[in-house]
């Protein structure tokens, strides 16, 4: 770059000693996120759905996903119990329902009747796919681990990872074999009470790595 850098005034804070914000600006910034709507089975067979936007890939071979609890919620149960959960895209025409799956209810309480969502029967692990949902990881989990801060205190949070031992992709969404992001429909997390963003064709742009 040849220009210098723009003067900029920053509001500058350190997390610990508060953001001086109306909102906290740190789940805005890192965004907008993919969300990972996350099926499991409790040891007993009870099935559980809901959404985790602190949720990304981490590795490619094998493949590598992972989610945040914040707190000791039932989906981290279960796949404590069990070793499994799916992955479901959460697309805009299922934004709502995926929302609604977040409702805190007793254990015992399915999402999938709440939602009056369709489970589907995996092929490599026991709790279901949406079956709304047009691409499904089925992944067996690797590790949990309980996050701690910089002064090495436990975090109550809960990063689960696992890899993918299933995919299923609608096939509408493969153009000559390769997978159509920007037609998909994802919808992903930014910040606040409320946003979520969308994609699409429009935000697309190529770059190739320098050679
Ligand atoms: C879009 C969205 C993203 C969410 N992301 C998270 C998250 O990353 N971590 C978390 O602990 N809760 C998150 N939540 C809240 C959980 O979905 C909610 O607590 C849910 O009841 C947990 O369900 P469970 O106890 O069945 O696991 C999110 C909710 C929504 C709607």
């Not at 119990?81 to 609604?100: P, S």
């Not at 799956?101 to 092929?123: K, R, W």
């Not at 709304?132 to 975090?155: H, K, N």
């Amino acid at each position: 770059m040849t220009t210098p850098p723009p003067a900029r005034t920053f509001h500058s804070y350190e997390p610990r000693q508060g953001h001086g914000l109306p909102h906290d600006p740190f789940n805005a910034i890192v965004g907008p996120r993919p969300i990972g709507w996350i099926s499991t089975q409790s040891a007993t067979g009870a099935t559980n759905l809901a959404p985790y936007s602190f949720f990304n890939a981490f590795n490619y071979v094998p493949p590598i996903v992972g989610f945040a609890s914040i707190g000791y919620k039932d989906t981290v149960r279960n796949v404590q119990a069990t070793g499994e959960f799916v992955w479901n895209l959460a697309t805009r025409d299922l934004a709502e329902v995926m929302n609604q799956s977040c409702a805190a209810v007793p254990p015992e309480v399915s999402e999938f009747d709440l939602t009056g969502l369709t489970p589907l029967p995996s092929t490599r692990v026991r709790p279901p796919r949406v079956a709304e949902s047009p691409v499904t990881f089925e992944c067996r989990s690797t590790q949990i681990l309980q996050l701690q801060g910089v002064d090495g205190a436990p975090v109550d949070t809960w990063l689960v990872l696992g890899e993918v031992v299933a995919v299923h992709i609608d096939t509408a969404l493969l153009k000559d074999g390769v997978y159509d992001t920007a037609n998909a429909g994802h919808i992903l997390r930014g910040g606040g009470p409320a946003d979520y963003f969308t994609v699409g064709p429009e935000q697309l742009f190529r770059m190739y790595r320098p050679r």
